[in-house]
């Protein structure tokens, strides 16, 4: 098999986005409640968190509409990345910098073909899914090779 052809198809679990958005909700809202306590005059305090919940918000929606055409990731040996997107398309990414692949999970930093940036929170078990497997080779080659992951 050559080394093109050699790749992996992960899709993404709804679960660990929903817990990703979870969390930044809940951590946008305590951010919030810090803001409110700061010694600062009230209408002060009233527009840095009202600048703290369009910010968290704006950054939330984006997450949540990269992932609506993210279906599947597919990671090639040469380094390459494409996602399928909602209209059954594979279409070219690219990585970006702050991806972490460990042996169980990862976060994977992506720009889609439109450039916008986003996150995939991603797990699996290399003996239970061979794409998975497959995943943690390619990483760590395209990794040692390049250092970009």
């Known amino acids: 098999m050559s080394s093109t052809a050699y790749s992996a198809e992960i899709t993404p679990e709804p679960l660990l986005r929903r817990c990703v958005c979870w969390s930044g909700a809940i951590?946008?809202?305590?951010?919030?409640?810090?803001?409110?306590?700061?010694?600062?005059?009230?209408?002060?305090?009233?527009?840095?968190?009202?600048?703290?919940?369009?910010?968290?918000?704006?950054?939330?929606?984006?997450?949540?509409?990269?992932?609506?055409?993210?279906?599947?990731?597919?990671?090639?040996?040469?380094?390459?990345?494409?996602?399928?997107?909602?209209?059954?398309?594979?279409?070219?990414?690219?990585?970006?910098?702050?991806?972490?692949?460990l042996r169980k999970a990862g976060w994977i930093r992506l720009r889609n073909r439109h450039g916008a940036r986003f996150g995939e929170p991603l797990r699996g078990d290399a003996r239970r899914c061979l794409d998975w497997r497959r995943l943690q080779v390619i990483w760590r080659h395209v990794g040692a090779s390049d250092g970009s992951c």
């Open 27 to 101: 951590l946008g809202i305590v951010a919030c409640l810090i803001i409110l306590s700061l010694p600062a005059g009230l209408w002060l305090r009233l527009a840095a968190c009202g600048l703290w919940v369009a910010m968290a918000s704006r950054e939330l929606w984006r997450l949540q509409r990269a992932w609506l055409s993210c279906r599947r990731l597919r990671f090639s040996a040469d380094g390459a990345i494409e996602i399928l997107e909602a209209d059954g398309t594979w279409y070219p990414a690219s990585l970006d910098g702050g991806s972490v692949l």
